[in-house]
């Protein structure tokens, strides 16, 4: 079976090895990948490795990683699987400490909730998990030349979120932020009185993902400390789920 081209991707031929990734000129872009399915990430980042236009510089399972990663690396853009659990907190973290680096959701439900929550946490695009493989090697392409594409639909769903938000701050006057469950969990630890450590521990994730999860949930909720969590939590008349 002959050779393949990087300019042509994928072949019937199969996927490059693992040794080629990351053999990239030097005009190609950096890409860091992260997900929690280790055969999504490999595969995703082998498959794109055979591309000219692209360089895989480093894999995440988790957001400890992908902090680490992102540090070590210094990637142009950041792929993150939308099933990832707690990958809103992932791409909110991500996007704090550089937030020149565009992050990309790949495989988002096409839904406006889910658009807007993400767009929220700082996305600077998404792709659909209708998508095929050329679709998301176009997209990427056009994150490079400092495009982000998505349906007309979402797109009038953003432009009256940025509306109301315009019109009554941050967040939409009397809207209770949505929490995701991991955040829940959280907010919850924090309300009994647990440290940053005794939460890690509680939900067996690393420290650096304990304090993100604290940091972005003051940022979401507007409290600048940890105390005011539970007064926030009892004036607005939140129940949380007891799974933590």
């Known amino acids: 079976m002959g050779a393949v081209r990087k300019d042509d991707g994928p072949s019937a031929s199969g996927i490059s090895a693992p040794n080629q990734i990351g053999a990239a000129d030097a005009s190609a872009a950096r890409l860091m990948i992260v997900s929690d399915i280790r055969f999504l990430r490999e595969g995703l980042a082998e498959v794109l490795a055979r591309y000219d236009a692209f360089e895989i510089v480093g894999v995440a399972a988790d957001l400890d990683e992908a902090l680490a990663a992102s ?14 659990p707690e990958g809103l907190t992932a791409a909110r973290s991500l996007s704090n400490v550089d937030p020149q680096i565009p992050i990309v959701a790949i495989a988002l439900a096409e839904t406006e909730t889910d658009v807007i929550a993400w767009a929220e946490a700082g996305i600077s695009g998404y792709v659909p998990r209708t998508a095929g493989l050329s679709d998301l090697v176009d997209f990427l392409r ?7 594409i998505c349906s007309t639909r979402v797109a009038a769903s953003l432009l009256r979120w940025i509306s109301t938000t315009s019109r009554n701050g941050m967040q939409p006057r009397g809207r209770v932020p949505t929490l995701t469950a991991r955040e829940e969990q959280v907010v919850r630890l924090i309300c009994t009185g647990l440290s940053n450590k005794e939460i890690s521990r509680r939900l067996n994730i690393g420290l650096a993902t304990t304090k993100s999860h604290v940091h972005n949930l003051l940022a979401k909720l507007e409290l600048e400390r940890r105390a005011q969590v539970a007064r926030w939590s009892r004036d607005n008349g939140v129940a949380f789920r007891d799974n933590a």
């Open 142 to 148: 056009s994150i490079v030349r400092g495009e982000q």
């Open 71 to 84: 540090s070590a690396r210094q990637p142009q853009i950041i792929l993150i699987d939308a099933a990832l």
